[in-house]
């Protein structure tokens, strides 16, 4: 008796095993088709502005469906429905129906509660709210999202963000308007907050997003550069949106901006417990292999989207512009931020890595002096906590304006 009591035990134990097995094989078979849908809606996002592939759209909206209706709960559905609301948002957008958008926020709001711990749970409850707020104008669910919001997920960055203003001048491709706009004598500095949406960029020490925090940094130096009244201010996205990487310099060059500056935050996987500090670079088509790792992520938006080579489509009179415009400014930013930054803060040392050059796609183009700044790496413990101080931002914006500010005055 209980020999045979034993046996059912562990034949349960096993079948449990296997059920978990199979659910694990089930969930994995279905990862790589949701990420080759996601990669699919990044291309058309990217490369499909006008709404002209429009079967294109609608294929990758019933494959989404599709697939959510047999998908098991975890990761992955998460994921896919995550995505299905961004494709009907992005239909939704580009066709002007608001049958679409309004699929789209209640799909996000149903992701979100559906799986609150997951990464993107709080992501989607943010798009659901704008698109209430900027594309559908109503009044009643917005309050409802924002009231709800920092019960939900209170320690979310993104609750930063619930107040701040509609998106700019451009309507569906949310970018930011001028600031001080009447004071078209003052040169416009071009600020660009990394990654946004779907493209988190770096994920750190407890969770922290690099597309989070540059977007907080730039509105505080953005904040700096209107007070001091050197200049006008325009930023790449006002908020939590995905801006295609040529997008950003095209508008920045449209705009006529005097300088270029785009923010990030980095990451080592392997070497987290070392690896720290802040860095600046600017455009070259050589790399050393320590910038390769980065480069490819800082690109991965463009990898996935376009295949082809850094070298092919740019002359090489362009890099030697680019290079001889951008090398200075890169030089003057690192030493200023090296020498208003502190040598340590709340006990933890404030590391210069130094100035280096890599092809980043993100500063392709651009038609001014243009940095990309590397701050801090985001899965180091030390620069993740400096980072999340309100103390050490405000010191760093301030640095970063005075960078500026020195190039402007050159
Ligand atoms: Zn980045």
Redesign the pocket.
């Known amino acids: 008796m209980k020999r045979s009591h034993q046996n059912l035990r562990n034949c349960c134990l096993l079948s449990i095993c296997f059920f978990f097995f199979l659910g694990d094989l089930q969930a994995d078979s279905f990862k790589e088709e949701v990420d080759s849908l996601i990669a699919r809606l990044r291309s058309l996002r990217n490369t499909d502005v006008q709404y002209e592939r429009k079967s294109d759209w609608s294929r990758l909206s019933s494959r989404f469906q599709t697939m959510l209706k047999t998908m098991p709960m975890g990761d992955s559905k998460s994921r896919a429905m995550f995505h299905y609301a961004v494709v009907e948002r992005e239909i939704g957008e580009r066709a002007q129906d608001s049958e679409k958008l309004r699929l789209s926020a209640e799909l996000f709001e149903k992701m979100s509660t559906a799986d609150t711990q997951h990464e993107l749970a709080d992501d989607a409850l943010h798009s659901a709210y704008l698109i209430y707020r900027d594309l559908l104008h109503e009044e009643a669910s917005v309050a409802r999202i924002k009231n709800d919001f920092s019960d939900v997920f209170p320690r979310s960055e993104l609750i930063f963000l619930l107040d701040t203003n509609e998106a700019g001048v451009e309507g569906k491709r949310r970018h930011s308007s001028q600031k001080n706009r009447g004071d078209s004598e003052k040169p416009l500095i071009f600020l660009d907050p990394?990654?946004g949406g779907e493209d988190e960029?770096?994920v750190g020490v407890s969770g922290i997003r690099?597309?989070d925090l540059?977007l907080t940094l730039a509105k505080l130096v953005e904040k700096e550069l209107i007070k001091s009244g050197c200049c006008r201010v325009a930023l790449s996205r006002e908020y939590d949106a995905f801006i295609p990487l040529f997008e950003r310099t095209a508008l920045a060059n449209r705009l006529g901006a005097e300088l270029f500056v785009?923010l990030?935050?980095?990451a080592h996987e392997e070497n987290a417990a070392k690896a720290r500090g802040f860095e600046v670079y600017y455009v070259s088509n050589e790399s050393n292999p320590k910038a390769i790792e980065l480069v490819s992520?800082?690109n991965r938006q463009m990898q996935e989207t376009q295949g082809f080579g850094v070298q092919t489509f740019l002359s090489e009179l362009y890099w030697r512009g680019a290079i001889e415009i951008s090398k200075p400014f890169a030089h003057k930013m690192y030493s200023t931020l090296r020498k208003k930054l502190p040598k340590e803060s709340d006990g933890m040392e404030i590391v210069g890595r130094g100035v280096h050059s890599a092809p980043f796609f993100v500063l392709f183009g651009a038609e001014m002096p243009a940095v990309l700044l590397?701050l801090f790496f985001a899965t180091h413990p030390d620069d993740a906590f400096l980072l999340s101080t309100p103390q050490f931002r405000n010191q760093l914006a301030q640095a970063i304006v005075q960078g500026i500010q020195e190039e402007l005055t050159e």
Do not use: I, L, Y
């Open positions: 990394g990654h960029g770096a690099e597309k540059v785009s990030h935050v980095n992520r800082e590397e």
